[in-house]
């Protein structure tokens, strides 16, 4: 892949952070029918983020594990800045992470 779609997906995962989005925010503001710029697909096929649906709710996407890892890896400053300021992550720890929450729980908490 390239690096312009590779930078945009680092993009993505930034810009979802540390709690669950709606998908529906995610995909007004993310999808393209641009072939060129697959940021969601790609982001989905390598495994970066994950979707979740709560009854009553709607769907939510987060970013997986491999995608933390990865996003840490090509940006660590920026993966460490996002994460810190969850509100999962409270006096210099991280107390749970995304995928030990209900979603309802942490879209309560992103607020």
Not at 76 to 105: C, I, K, M, T
Request: charged letters at 20%; glycine letters at 8%.
């Amino acid at each position: 892949m390239s690096d312009s779609v590779d930078a945009l997906v680092l993009d993505l995962l930034e810009w979802i952070g540390a709690s669950p989005r709606p998908y529906a925010d995610v995909i007004e503001a993310w999808r393209t029918s641009c072939p060129r710029l697959p940021v969601w697909e790609e982001a989905n096929a390598r495994g970066f983020v994950t979707q979740q649906h709560l009854q009553g709710v709607g769907a939510f996407v987060s970013v997986s594990a491999s995608g933390r890892q990865w996003l840490a890896k090509q940006r660590p400053s920026a993966a460490d800045a996002e994460y810190r300021a969850s509100p999962l992550f409270v006096g210099g720890q991280r107390h749970a992470q995304a995928s030990s929450h209900p979603v309802g729980e942490l879209v309560r908490l992103r607020g």
